[in-house]
C-alpha cells in the first residue's frame, strides 16, 4: 500500500510503531459486522465494531465490541462513571470524530474521547477494527490497539 493510499489509522499507528495488517473488501455501506467478517475469512469475534456515546454529563465515549454483541448501555455507563449514556446520532458522527458510519476506527479520532473495549479482545491472537474508511480493516494485536487508542478493557456486552 503506497503512503497515500493509508487512513489516518494507519498513519497513526504508523508513527507509533505498531505493527498492522490492512485489509480492503468491497466498500457496501450496506453490509453488516457479520458480513465483513465473513469477507475478510474471519469469525465475528475476532472483528469488532466501534461505536460512540454521549453520557449523561455531556462527555462522549468511544466503545469496542465484537460486531454480533450489542452494547450493553448499562454497563457502558458503569464502565463510564455515569448515570446513563445514549448512542450518539448518526449525523453527529462525522463532525464529532472525523468518520464516517461503518468506517469508525477508535484510533485517530478528531479528539481522544474515553475508550473501552470488550474483554474478550484481550482474550484473543489478533482482532480486527475498521482502519477509518468503509471498505478498510485493519488487524492488530489487542495490546496494540488498547495501547494505540488507550482504552480500557472491561465487560460491556450484553450477555
Do not use: W
Not at 485489509?23 to 469475534?45: F, M, N, Q, R
Not at 469488532?48 to 448501555?73: C, I, N, R, S, W
Amino acid at each position: 500500500m503506497k503512503n497515500n493510499d493509508k487512513t489516518n489509522v494507519m498513519r497513526v499507528l504508523d508513527s507509533k510503531k505498531i505493527k498492522y495488517e490492512s485489509h480492503s473488501y468491497d466498500p457496501d455501506p450496506t453490509k453488516t459486522g457479520e458480513e465483513i467478517a465473513a469477507t475478510l475469512g474471519e469469525v465475528p469475534e475476532r472483528v469488532f465494531k466501534t461505536l460512540v456515546t454521549e453520557g449523561k454529563t455531556g462527555q462522549h465515549y468511544v466503545f469496542v465490541v465484537p460486531v454480533k454483541a450489542e452494547l450493553d448501555l448499562k454497563k457502558a455507563a458503569k464502565a463510564a462513571g455515569e448515570k446513563s449514556i445514549a448512542m450518539i446520532k448518526q449525523k453527529d458522527l462525522l463532525p464529532l470524530t472525523g468518520y464516517v458510519h461503518g468506517g469508525c476506527s477508535p484510533v485517530g479520532m478528531k479528539k481522544h474521547f474515553p475508550t473501552f473495549i470488550h474483554e474478550t479482545a484481550v482474550t484473543l491472537e489478533k482482532i480486527y477494527v475498521s482502519a477509518g474508511k468503509v471498505g478498510f480493516q485493519i488487524e492488530l494485536l489487542p495490546e496494540d490497539l488498547i495501547k494505540a487508542a488507550d482504552c480500557k478493557v472491561a465487560d460491556i456486552a450484553a450477555e
